[in-house]
């Protein structure tokens, strides 16, 4: 028969055990809503090989891509968005390629939407999710959850807008920007007129400035728990050879039969096609008006200005994990990015990579 003081020992062991219990208990709860809010973004410049990596990343963490490339989605619109061959397709299945006809509206609310189906799809299957492109507003919306709310999307107000900029300008639509949101006109450039519609978008659905509508959605916690890794080049005359070489072997692919064919379609009158970086250099080509060679270095001079454009979008965020890349191997730089992923995602990888 135990005494008192040997009973309240007891009882005090039983007491902390309980509380070891509740606290394991607790954490493996943690353990499992975790699994299912992390995803890893590999993005970077156009040419600077996100997509190779993305997809020796997935290959070898059993995981499935989410293409966050706005270009991508579109049927028909193949070599010149650089979409992923049907062999890569087959080696590591890809989401939100080859998702919407031409002549369809999508916006960044639809992406985020569409791209949360992709996430919970994937983690169901007991994959991991990767994410991959350059399309910087999609990235940003879908890491930093940003709140939509009930915006409505707008495509007829979209293509006035288009249709303004193509008769009057970019600098034209630049000055409606700069009337109605000032802060915004003053960090986006007149070039960008996907970026410079997408801001008077939101001033039109929600009555809200797309400055103060950011502001506001940063105030939330995040869905998710995010890698975002960048490719770069310190040596941007790397990236440049790059982005001129892979155009050549876009043209040897076939690229100007793509944009013929498009064309005869009647496709280059819609905002999809007329706007995209590919396919809007070679019109001039098409109907007579300039060579070919002219044409084909437009659409190298663009392609670079695109590229610069990225950077400048992702060197904005301090807590994204960099590559360089200058100098280094494609085998270099996947090792680098897979000790990168194996810490972040090492509670996973117990049940998620192939022994």
Same mark, same amino acid.
């Given at each position: 028969?135990?005494?008192?003081?040997?009973?309240?020992?007891?009882?005090?062991?039983?007491k902390?055990?309980?509380? @070891?219990?509740?606290?394991?208990s607790?954490?493996?709860?943690?353990?499992?809503?975790?699994?299912?809010?992390?995803?890893a973004?590999?993005?970077?410049?156009?040419?600077?090989g996100?997509?190779?990596? !993305?997809?020796?990343?997935?290959k070898?963490?059993?995981?499935? @891509?989410?293409?966050?490339?706005s270009?991508?989605?579109?049927?028909?619109?193949?070599?010149?968005?650089?979409?992923?061959?049907?062999? /890569?397709?087959?080696?590591?299945?890809?989401?939100? @390629?080859?998702?919407?006809?031409?002549?369809?509206?999508f916006?960044v609310?639809?992406?985020?939407?569409? !791209?949360?189906l992709?996430?919970?799809?994937?983690?169901?299957?007991?994959?991991?999710?990767?994410?991959?492109?350059?399309?910087?507003?999609? *990235?940003?919306?879908? *890491?930093?959850?940003?709140?939509?709310?009930?915006?409505?999307?707008?495509?007829?107000?979209?293509?006035?807008?288009?249709?303004?900029?193509?008769?009057?300008?970019?600098? !034209?639509?630049?000055?409606?920007?700069?009337?109605?949101?000032?802060?915004?006109a003053?960090?986006?450039?007149?070039?960008? *007129?996907?970026?410079?519609?997408?801001?008077?978008?939101?001033?039109?659905?929600?009555?809200?400035?797309?400055?103060?509508?950011?502001?506001?959605?940063?105030?939330?916690?995040?869905?998710?728990?995010?890698?975002?890794?960048?490719i770069?080049?310190?040596?941007?005359?790397?990236?440049?050879?790059? @982005?001129?070489?892979?155009?050549?072997?876009?043209? /040897?692919?076939?690229?100007?039969?793509?944009?013929?064919?498009?064309?005869?379609?009647?496709?280059?009158?819609?905002?999809?096609?007329?706007? !995209?970086?590919?396919?809007?250099?070679?019109?001039?080509?098409?109907e007579?008006?300039?060579?070919?060679?002219?044409?084909? /270095?437009?659409?190298?001079?663009?392609?670079?200005?695109?590229?610069?454009?990225?950077m400048?979008?992702f060197?904005?965020?301090?807590k994204?994990?960099?590559?360089?890349?200058?100098?280094?191997?494609?085998?270099?730089i996947?090792?680098?990015?897979?000790?990168?992923?194996?810490e972040?995602?090492?509670?996973?990888?117990?049940?998620?990579?192939?022994?």
């Amino acid at each position: 028969m135990p005494n008192k003081k040997n009973f309240r020992v007891l009882l005090f062991f039983m007491k902390y055990v309980t509380i @070891i219990c509740i606290a394991k208990s607790a954490e493996r709860m943690c353990f499992y809503r975790m699994t299912y809010t992390k995803l890893a973004v590999v993005t970077g410049p156009t040419a600077s090989g996100k997509s190779s990596l !993305a997809l020796s990343l997935a290959k070898h963490f059993h995981g499935e @891509i989410v293409s966050c490339d706005s270009m991508q989605l579109y049927k028909g619109m193949d070599i010149g968005t650089a979409k992923p061959t049907k062999e /890569e397709q087959t080696e590591v299945k890809h989401h939100m @390629i080859d998702v919407l006809d031409i002549n369809d509206s999508f916006s960044v609310v639809d992406y985020v939407k569409a !791209a949360e189906l992709c996430i919970s799809n994937i983690y169901s299957k007991g994959k991991l999710p990767f994410f991959c492109g350059g399309t910087g507003l999609y *990235v940003d919306a879908l *890491v930093n959850s940003t709140e939509f709310g009930d915006m409505k999307n707008l495509p007829e107000y979209r293509e006035e807008l288009y249709a303004f900029a193509e008769e009057n300008g970019s600098e !034209a639509l630049h000055k409606m920007l700069s009337q109605t949101d000032p802060e915004a006109a003053e960090k986006i450039d007149h070039r960008n *007129v996907k970026r410079v519609i997408r801001a008077l978008e939101v001033y039109k659905a929600s009555g809200m400035t797309i400055s103060e509508w950011q502001r506001r959605s940063k105030l939330l916690p995040p869905k998710f728990d995010s890698l975002v890794m960048t490719i770069e080049y310190e040596d941007r005359q790397i990236l440049y050879d790059r @982005i001129n070489k892979r155009v050549d072997m876009m043209l /040897e692919a076939g690229l100007i039969g793509e944009v013929k064919r498009l064309y005869d379609e009647g496709i280059f009158s819609t905002a999809t096609a007329s706007q !995209a970086i590919g396919y809007k250099e070679f019109i001039p080509y098409l109907e007579g008006t300039s060579s070919l060679e002219d044409c084909v /270095e437009r659409l190298k001079i663009e392609s670079r200005r695109y590229a610069k454009r990225q950077m400048t979008w992702f060197r904005r965020n301090d807590k994204i994990k960099r590559i360089t890349a200058d100098g280094k191997s494609s085998e270099e730089i996947f090792e680098e990015a897979k000790e990168i992923c194996e810490e972040f995602f090492k509670p996973e990888l117990i049940w998620s990579v192939k022994y």
